[in-house]
């Protein structure tokens, strides 16, 4: 199927049945360009620079310091390539189709090297397990170029209609970016005040890199292409408030899971709605609002105004 083609429906059907396997090797392909950010970009709050963010075409690092230039890396999920751009003209890529990720790691670091960029990345993934080492994983290795195009357009979506809602807080808010070691789209709203210590556990994660997340009392929200049939949203608070997992929150397919300590909406209710958009806008709101009522935030300082919002 042509890219074109699949570009009439605006939110994209992609079974997680379908995919699983490329979705896996794609997973590692990210945290390994991820990681290339991590090396060299300085740190910010919560891991803020390490993360990707949504184009028109896929994921990119954006702009990451390098001696007195800088360099991007973008997957480009329409011309199926990594695209590997430094400030001194030189461009790089490397074709994405089916190949081990011990290839990806090799040809990925080669490109890397004739553009003059030492990447001295950790030599394995992180909150995945069994946590195969980059350069020796021959088992990750399908490419459906179909599905990976399916996939950005699901993050697509998500980017847009999450951005709106980042748009209408007026305290500390993160962007709205891709977290390749959970592999999930994030946004992230703050109280203001400190959380207790968080007890770390992620697999392969130092507990460390964990209570620098949650450092901070908050509420999030995102997109996870590994829950249900076809991927679900998401939405926690930590610490979590007596009373949130109890709260009314919208649509009617929404539900708290005690098993994830999450709510979760299934990615299909709002890709069926008569207005995905709303469904999606009204999960975010409410599970929020969830949040910020039984953790009693400051919500009169935090929340900006509707007319402020508005777009002119």
């Not at 490419?143 to 990976?148: L, Q």
């Not at 007026?170 to 210590?197: I, N, Q, Y």
Request: glycine letters at 8%; a negative charge; charged letters at 20%.
């Amino acid at each position: 199927m042509a890219p074109q083609e699949m570009t009439t429906t605006a939110w994209p059907a992609l079974r997680v049945a379908d995919w699983g396997e490329t979705r896996d090797t794609l997973h590692m392909w990210t945290q390994i360009v991820g990681k290339v950010r991590l090396a060299h970009a300085p740190m910010v709050n919560h891991w803020w620079q390490v993360t990707l963010y949504v184009t028109p075409r896929g994921l990119t690092t954006s702009a990451v310091p390098y001696g007195s230039g800088a360099f991007d890396a973008e997957f480009d999920f329409i011309d199926h390539r990594l695209r590997i751009r430094n400030s001194s003209g030189g461009t790089r890529s490397v074709e994405l189709r089916p190949m081990p990720v011990a290839e990806f790691h090799g040809r990925t670091t080669a490109a890397l090297a004739e553009l003059g960029i030492e990447a001295p990345i950790s030599p394995g993934p992180n909150e995945v397990e069994p946590a195969i080492p980059f350069a020796e994983d021959y088992e990750h290795a399908s490419y459906d170029a179909d599905a990976a195009h399916l996939f950005w357009r699901q993050l697509l979506q998500a980017n847009r209609v999450m951005q709106e809602f980042r748009s209408r807080f007026a305290g500390k808010v993160s962007p709205v970016h891709f977290f390749w070691g959970a592999m999930d789209l994030a946004c992230t709203r703050f109280s203001g005040r400190h959380a207790p210590e968080h007890p770390g556990g992620a697999p392969h994660c130092g507990d460390w890199v964990m209570v620098e997340a949650y450092s901070r009392e908050l509420s999030s929200c995102g997109f996870w292409p590994g829950g249900g049939e076809e991927g679900a949203f998401y939405a926690y608070a930590y610490p979590e408030p007596q009373g949130f997992a109890g709260h009314r929150v919208a649509p009617a397919d929404a539900f708290y899971s005690k098993e994830h300590g999450q709510f979760l909406l299934p990615y299909e209710a709002v890709r069926t709605a008569a207005d995905p958009d709303r469904t999606l806008m009204d999960f975010l709101r409410t599970t929020y609002e969830a949040a910020a009522e039984h953790g009693q935030w400051d919500r009169a300082s935090l929340e900006l105004p509707t007319r402020q919002h508005a777009r002119p």
